[in-house]
C-alpha cells in the first residue's frame, strides 16, 4: 500500500524502479478481485502479504541508505515523510466512509463503523478486529466498511517501531565492533531471527485463535522483516545480477507462484498461504530489480500499470467501502461488481494521489517545517478526526423501507434508541470458571436450588431467573460461557473459543455441578453450527451423541432433574437483526419474521431426550418471546424484544419472569407461588 516515495527535496531520479510499482498494482488487483467475490481468486488477500513484504523491503532500504550518509537514521525526518504520505488520504477516506454509511445502514450498524473507524484513525484497527472477532456478540467484522484498514495499522506499527529498533541494533553492532558491512550482518541475522520467532508465533496460534494470527503485529512482522532482510542483505540482488537469465527465471517463477497461491488450487490456510507468499516475494522482488530490463520487469514497467501502483494506496483505501456500500444500494452480479468497484476506486484514488497525496508530499513549504511539527500535526489530525468529527454523524437510514397498506401497522416509536438498548445487553452471567463454586451462586433463598447452564442463550435468560428467584425465595447459580455448547466433547464453532469452552465445561461437569449440587438444572442452548434444517450433517450427529452420553453426569444417574430449555425462534443466522431493523423501519410489522428454526434438528434432538429419561424433561418458551409463533414480531406491548437476529434483550428477559416462573410451577419444577 505504501510506495515510499520521497518527497521534494529527497527526490533522486534514478531510484525510481517502476517495475515495483508494477507489483503494488498486480497486489492491490487481487485483494479488489477477491473483495467483489471473485470464485477463483479465492486467495485474493495475499495481495495484502505482497503489500507487506513490498513495503518492509522498501522502508528498510530507506533507513539504511540514511543511515549510510549521515551515520544515522533521522527519526524525525522519517516519521513526517510517514505522516504526509499517509495520514491525509486515510483521514478523508475514514470520514468519508462513516459519513456515506450514516445514510445507508441503521444506527446500530453505525455505531460499530464509528468505533472501527476511531480505530483506524489512530492506527491500532487490527488489535479492535482481534477484540471484536473473538467477542461473540460483536457486529459481523466481515461487513466493516473499515475492515481493510486492519493493513494499514499493521504498517504503521512497523514504522513507528522498527526505525528505533533497526537503530538500535546497529548501534549495538557497532559497540561490538561490527561498523560497516558487518553491522549490517548483525543486524541482517536479529531481523533473521525476528522474522522466525513471528511466523512461528503465526503457525501456532493459526489453529487455536486464527483472527489473532492473521491480524497481530506480532505474528504478521515476518512478512515486513523478511522484505527488511532482503534490504540488509543487498548482496542477494548484486549476485543475482551477475546471472540475468536465472534472475530472470525466479522473478517469472516468483509471479506465478503469487497467481497461484492466490486461487482456491493450493488448500492452505491463510497463514500458511501468506508464509508462502512472503518467499514467492522476495523471488519476484530480487528478479526485478536484478534484471528490470527483463521480460517481466518491462511488463511491470508498462506505463498504466506503473500509474496504478503508484495510485494503489488511494485504490486500497476505497475499494472496500465501495464494494459494501453498492451492495447496500443494489443487487449486482460478481462481473459488475468488480467492474463497477475497479473503475469508482481507481477514478477516486487518481483525484486523491493530484489533488491531495502528491502536493502535501512535495509541498516546499513543508519542507521547510520543523520534521516533528509535522509529526505533531498530523497525529493531531488524525486524534480530532476520531474523537470529534466520526462520533458527530447519526444514522439518517430512517424511514428507507417500503410500505404498502399502512393502516391498522404500529408506528416505530420515535424515541426508540436501537444503540442504547444494544448497548443495555442481552443478559449477564457469573464469570465463575475455576474460581470458587460459591462465585457462580446469584441468588441466595431459602427453596430448592436451581442452576442455569448453557451458553448465550442461557446467558440472555439470566436477568429473568435473577428476577424470578429472587421473588421465589430460590437460590439461583449458573454455568454459562457464551458460544459455548453444553455437551461434552464437542468443540465449538468460533476456534477462538474452543480452548475457553474445553476448560470451562470440563470445569463444571467435575467440580461445579457435583460441589453447588443444584436440585434442578435447565440447559438452555442454541442450535449448534446453525444448521436449522430437519437433515443432520455429521457435526449434529456428534453433537447428538455427546448430549446422550452427557446427561447422566448432569442428572446424577436419575438424582436430579435436568430441563432441556427449546431454543427461542430465530431470524435465521446472518439474517438482518430485528433491532436494526426498526431503527430503518417505519412500522414495526416491517420488521416481522418467520422463525426460521422450526422444525429443527436440534429441537427434535431435545424432544427425543426427554423421551428417554425420566429426569430429562423438554420446556418450550416461544410463546414468550414469540406470542404469535411462527411469525415473530421485534416489539411486543412497546419494549423492544430481540437483542439480535437469535436473543433476546435484558429488558425483555426482566418482562418474561413471572410468566417463566408460572411455567417452572405448571412442571413441577420449583413451588407454586
Known amino acids: ?349 487518481a483525484l486523491s494521489h493530484r489533488l491531495l497525496e502528491m502536493p502535501v508530499r512535495t509541498w516546499p513549504v513543508l519542507d521547510r517545517i520543523p520534521a516533528w511539527s509535522i509529526v505533531a500535526v498530523g497525529v493531531t489530525l488524525s486524534v480530532v478526526a476520531a474523537l470529534v468529527v466520526v462520533p458527530r454523524y447519526e444514522s439518517t437510514a430512517r424511514n428507507r423501507r417500503e410500505v404498502g397498506v399502512e393502516t391498522g401497522l404500529t408506528p416505530v416509536p420515535a424515541d426508540l434508541d436501537v444503540v442504547a438498548v444494544r448497548n443495555a445487553g442481552y443478559g449477564t452471567a457469573a464469570r465463575c470458571v475455576g474460581q470458587a463454586p460459591e462465585n457462580c451462586v446469584m441468588v441466595r433463598g431459602a427453596g430448592p436450588h436451581i442452576m442455569l447452564m448453557g451458553n448465550s442463550n442461557a446467558e440472555m435468560l439470566v436477568p429473568a431467573f435473577v428476577k424470578l428467584a429472587e421473588a421465589r425465595d430460590l437460590t439461583l447459580s449458573v454455568a454459562i460461557v457464551a458460544g459455548c455448547p453444553w455437551p461434552l466433547g464437542v468443540d465449538a464453532a468460533q476456534p477462538e473459543r474452543r480452548e475457553l469452552c474445553r476448560t470451562s465445561r470440563s470445569d463444571f461437569y467435575d467440580r461445579l455441578v457435583p460441589t453447588l449440587d443444584p436440585d434442578v438444572i435447565l440447559v438452555a442452548s442454541n442450535i449448534y453450527g446453525g444448521n436449522m434444517t430437519e437433515v443432520m450433517d455429521d457435526d449434529d450427529r456428534a453433537l447428538a451423541a455427546a448430549a446422550q452420553r452427557s446427561l447422566p453426569r448432569l442428572t446424577g444417574d436419575g438424582q436430579r432433574r435436568v430441563v432441556l430449555i427449546e431454543p427461542i425462534p430465530t431470524a435465521g443466522f446472518g439474517s438482518e437483526s430485528p433491532l436494526a431493523c426498526l431503527d430503518t423501519a417505519t412500522f414495526t410489522e416491517q420488521c416481522r419474521f418467520t422463525d426460521a428454526s422450526q422444525g429443527s434438528w436440534y429441537r427434535s434432538l431435545l424432544r427425543r431426550l426427554d423421551e428417554g429419561d425420566d429426569a430429562v424433561s423438554t420446556l418450550s418458551i416461544e410463546r414468550l418471546v414469540c406470542p404469535l409463533a411462527p411469525v415473530c414480531d421485534p416489539m411486543v406491548a412497546g419494549k423492544v424484544v430481540f437483542f439480535d437476529d437469535a436473543h433476546i434483550t435484558a429488558a425483555w428477559s426482566e418482562a418474561i419472569s413471572d410468566d417463566l416462573a408460572t411455567l417452572l410451577a405448571g412442571a413441577g419444577l420449583i413451588p407454586v407461588h
Open 1 to 349: 500500500m505504501d510506495d515510499l516515495t520521497l518527497t521534494s527535496t529527497e527526490r533522486r531520479p534514478a531510484e525510481r524502479r517502476p517495475a515495483l510499482d508494477g507489483i503494488r498494482a498486480l497486489a492491490v488487483s487481487l485483494v479488489i478481485a477477491f473483495h467483489c467475490g471473485v470464485g477463483p481468486m479465492a486467495g485474493g488477500f495475499i495481495g495484502v502479504d505482497v503489500f507487506f513484504v513490498l513495503s518492509g523491503y522498501l522502508v528498510t532500504a530507506v533507513l539504511m541508505r540514511a543511515h549510510e550518509e549521515s551515520g544515522r537514521i533521522q527519526l524525525g525526518r522519517f516519521y513526517s515523510r510517514r505522516v504526509r504520505r499517509l495520514l491525509p488520504a486515510a483521514v478523508v477516506t475514514l470520514v468519508a466512509t462513516v459519513a456515506v454509511f450514516s445514510s445507508l445502514v441503521s444506527a446500530v450498524e453505525l455505531e460499530s463503523i464509528q468505533r472501527a473507524a476511531r480505530a483506524a484513525l489512530l492506527y491500532v484497527a487490527n488489535w479492535f478486529f482481534i477484540a471484536e472477532s473473538t467477542d461473540y456478540f460483536a457486529a459481523d467484522v466481515n461487513r466493516n466498511p473499515v475492515l481493510h484498514m486492519w493493513s494499514l495499522a499493521v504498517e504503521e506499527q512497523f514504522y513507528l517501531l522498527w526505525p528505533l529498533l533497526l537503530s538500535g541494533v546497529m548501534a549495538v553492532g557497532g559497540r561490538l565492533g561490527r561498523r560497516g558491512p558487518s553491522s549490517r550482518r548483525f543486524a541482517a541475522t536479529v531481523t533473521a531471527l525476528g522474522a522466525v520467532v513471528s511466523v512461528g508465533a503465526a503457525l501456532a496460534l493459526a489453529g487455536s485463535a486464527p483472527s489473532r494470527a492473521y491480524f497481530g503485529t506480532d505474528t504478521r512482522a515476518y512478512q515486513l522483516l523478511v522484505g527488511a532482510l532482503l534490504a540488509l542483505v543487498p548482496g542477494v540482488v548484486g549476485r543475482a545480477r551477475r546471472r540475468p537469465g536465472p534472475a530472470s527465471l525466479l522473478a517469472w517463477v516468483g509471479l506465478g507462484a503469487v497467481g497461484v497461491l492466490a486461487t482456491s488450487i493450493v488448500e492452505v490456510g491463510p497463514v500458511g498461504r501468506g508464509a508462502f507468499t512472503a518467499l514467492a516475494v522476495v523471488g519476484l522482488i530480487v528478479g526485478v530489480e536484478a534484471v528490470p530490463t527483463g521480460s517481466l520487469g518491462r511488463l511491470l514497467s508498462i506505463d498504466p500499470v506503473v500509474y496504478l501502483g503508484q495510485i494503489s494506496y488511494g485504490i486500497y483505501l476505497w475499494h472496500w467501502p465501495l464494494v459494501l456500500a453498492l451492495d447496500e444500494l443494489v443487487e449486482v452480479g460478481t462481473s459488475a461488481r468488480l467492474v463497477t468497484v475497479t473503475m469508482l476506486s481507481c477514478g477516486l484514488a
